[in-house]
């Protein structure tokens, strides 16, 4: 593929997805008197977490887009790798927030899996902080990129497995069709984590890993934003 077509298909995604995320975070706002009363405390939690996501994500996406057409990437590394920390950041709690919505949604406490879980995102936090990770690089660093990415995936695919177990028991489609999301997001981010150093073309799979995550917002928002808004008491005489 050229790469003046590669990069026009990437920026125009890239616009499209912040269109998108933030457009529907903004809906999840103003429906929020719409989600019944035993969603609340999850649909909070779903919201914070796309709030984050769309937050690290306007970092390492806009800035990519903008270093694009001024000039390409490696004029602006310093900018494209605060980006790219930025968003690192925030899906890693946005990982933290989907499980504790996972711990209401089936009225769950937490366990020692579920710690472990929790522990892995300080861990992958602390992975990130050492220069080793040259975030002004516009290729990241084999193999530290994939030590610290490890905590990620075990606390991405631990949240799928407790998504799967109890949406089976509590024949909860919504949070069923989330975990599957999960599941095709990190399917095509880690041949990118592996592969993309090596193979530029393997990173389009950050596109179908995008969707995913959007997949993820969209049903969220049409199970627990949909509702009929709800009725304010009457004031007693």
Request: aromatic share 14%.
């Amino acid at each position: 593929m050229p790469e003046a077509l590669r990069q026009g298909i990437e920026i125009w995604f890239d616009i499209g997805y912040l269109v998108t995320v933030w457009t529907v975070v903004v809906l999840m706002f103003l429906r929020r008197g719409r989600v019944a009363g035993k969603n609340r405390a999850v649909a909070t939690r779903v919201l914070w977490a796309f709030v984050l996501l769309g937050l690290g994500d306007a970092g390492h996406v806009g800035f990519r887009v903008f270093a694009y057409l001024n000039g390409g990437l490696a004029q602006h590394t310093a900018l494209v790798g605060i980006g790219t920390f930025a968003t690192a950041v925030t899906v890693t709690f946005f990982y933290m927030v989907m499980l504790d919505a996972w711990r209401i949604r089936f009225h769950k406490t937490f366990d020692w899996f579920a710690w472990t879980l929790v522990a892995m995102g300080v861990v992958r936090l602390g992975l990130m902080l050492p220069a080793v990770n040259q975030w002004t690089a516009v290729v990241s660093p084999m193999p530290w990129s994939i030590i610290r990415n490890i905590p990620l995936t075990i606390q991405g695919l631990g949240l799928v497995y407790l998504l799967f177990r109890d949406s089976a028991r509590a024949k909860d489609r919504t949070f069923n069709l989330i975990a599957w999301m999960i599941v095709i997001s990190f399917a095509c981010y880690i041949p990118v984590i592996l592969f993309a150093p090596t193979h530029e073309l393997v990173g389009m799979l950050m596109i179908p890993k995008t969707c995913a995550y959007l997949a993820v917002e969209f049903i969220a928002y049409n199970a627990l934003f949909r509702g009929k808004p709800r009725k304010k008491k009457a004031r007693q005489a």
